[in-house]
């Protein structure tokens, strides 16, 4: 991709610009122990990263009931976690401050606007956000398309003039579903998988910056 057509870039949030996935992987393992359920890091990578099972790799079937009691008991340690935990990944606001420089910023996140306002109410980074795609924006989440085709509606421009990054496969899929350019800064936690849909694969957001902005 010609950096000189970029106009906007979609970034993922967990994973890109803060290192939140802990947080949501311990939510998920002290809940599921609860029911005497042990995940591990790698199924979490398998169900959550690579894939958009979750839970459902466990209860395939559950009730409503069950579903809103486990989401509100996991909640409750997800944002407890993310108000005490170590999230910042050293570098990243200054490459958003250069980013914001020269391009629209737009956050395309599977992750639900609380704990997305809790995260950036710790990094201080909304206001380099034009504007933000959440969980309850979409009635799919990635890797549907529906996150980015929304945020190419919310970026009033072309495919052709956004990049997204991501950090895992599924984030992958779902930009090239919607026709977009993806490159990938794999995540702290990292989950593998076939990233082959992604025109790079980077070391860092740093490694982006240069590539984008010639620093």
Not at 27 to 43: F, G, H, K, S
Not at 69 to 78: A, L, T, V
Not at 127 to 146: A, L, M, T
Request: with cysteine.
């Amino acid at each position: 991709m010609e950096k000189t057509r970029i106009q906007t870039l979609l970034l993922d949030n967990d994973g890109v610009l803060v290192d939140t996935e802990k947080c949501y992987f311990e939510a998920n393992r002290r809940v599921l122990a609860e029911y005497d359920i042990t995940m591990n890091l790698e199924d979490y990578q398998e169900h959550f990263l690579r894939s958009s099972r979750g839970i459902h790799a466990w209860f395939p079937e559950m009730s409503a009931s069950f579903m809103s009691d486990f989401r509100e008991k996991r909640n409750k340690h997800h944002m407890e976690l993310l108000a005490k935990e170590p999230i910042t990944i050293p570098g990243v606001d200054k490459v958003l401050a250069d980013f914001s420089s020269r391009f629209r910023i737009g956050v395309v996140t599977s992750s639900e606007k609380k704990p997305f306002l809790r995260i950036h109410e710790r990094t201080g980074f909304l206001p380099f956000f034009d504007f933000v795609v959440c969980r309850e924006d979409v009635r799919f989440s990635k890797p549907h398309p529906e996150p980015y085709l929304k945020a190419l509606t919310m970026a009033g421009c072309p495919a052709e003039f956004c990049l997204v990054i991501e950090d895992a496969r599924r984030g992958v899929m779902a930009a090239q579903a919607a026709g977009l350019c993806c490159w990938v800064v794999p995540g702290p936690m990292g989950c593998g998988g076939d990233l082959s849909g992604a025109e790079r694969v980077l070391h860092s957001l740093e490694e982006a910056r240069s590539l984008l902005m010639d620093v």
